[in-house]
């Protein structure tokens, strides 16, 4: 069974702090990563993918691939409460379907 | 503007009942996803198709059917309702034949409740 896992939350961050949500995988060969977005009662929204070891930046995200660990992570910086939903960690285990991972709420206090 | 689009948005229906659900997407999009959402589980996948006349059972099929006749449509049939099977479903699409990068982009959702 192919598993993405992510802490449930709810991670609490004050207005304007960096935000850190973490996601393991299981299969090794997985070769392309993604973060959604989903506010309450809506669709999930993609915010970025990764295929690299390493860093990806836009704007204020940072996605955070490392592939010997088997674990990709997700800065959020200057986190404002319009952050504030749950991410979604999706791993592209082969012919684009995404197992994703049960979601972190994330809530931002101003 | 292209989109993907779902109906009904909410769905009451009773147990042995059968139902379909809709979705369309004006992308052109080759691959198509069904996806239901539940408390703690996350999204699974139920079915796929990667174009017209492919259909591919996901994680979660037991219970659902799909066909695909056209680009644009990919409606999800629930062949006798079960309680089990109150969720949100999600349809997603994205552009290219199975590539590792390809981004899905997801419709606005059915609630549906069997009661």
């Known amino acids: 069974q192919k598993e993405v896992e992510q802490n449930s939350g709810p991670l609490s961050v004050p207005e304007g702090a960096i935000a850190s949500l973490n996601c393991t995988y299981s299969?090794?060969?997985?070769?392309?990563f993604f973060w959604y977005r989903q506010y309450s009662g809506k669709s999930p929204e993609l915010i970025m993918f990764i295929y690299s070891n390493g860093d990806k930046e836009d704007g204020r995200f940072t996605a955070q691939l490392n592939k010997a660990s088997q674990y990709v992570s997700l800065l959020i910086r200057d986190s404002q409460p319009s952050d504030s939903a749950t991410y979604l960690c999706?791993?592209?285990?082969?012919?684009?379907?995404?197992?994703f991972g049960a979601g972190t709420i994330l809530r931002v206090k101003s | 503007d292209a989109e993907i689009t779902q109906s009904p948005r909410h769905k009451i229906t009773e147990t042995g009942r059968q139902v379909t659900l809709a979705c369309h997407q004006t992308?052109?999009?080759?691959?198509m996803f069904w996806y239901r959402q539940d408390l703690g589980h996350g999204l699974r996948l139920i079915h796929y198709s990667y174009g017209v006349h492919d259909t591919n059972k996901g994680e979660v099929s037991d219970g659902y059917s799909v066909s695909r006749s056209n680009t644009e449509d990919l409606p999800l049939t629930l062949e006798s309702a079960a309680s089990s099977q109150t969720s949100v479903y999600f349809c997603?699409?994205?552009?290219f034949g199975g590539g590792s990068t390809d981004t899905q982009y997801f419709g606005p959702g059915t609630r549906l409740t069997v009661l």
């Open positions: 999706a791993v592209n285990m082969g012919g684009n379907k995404l197992v």
């Open positions: 992308w052109n999009h080759n691959n």
């Open positions: 997603a699409s994205s552009e």
């Open positions: 299969d090794r060969g997985s070769q392309s």
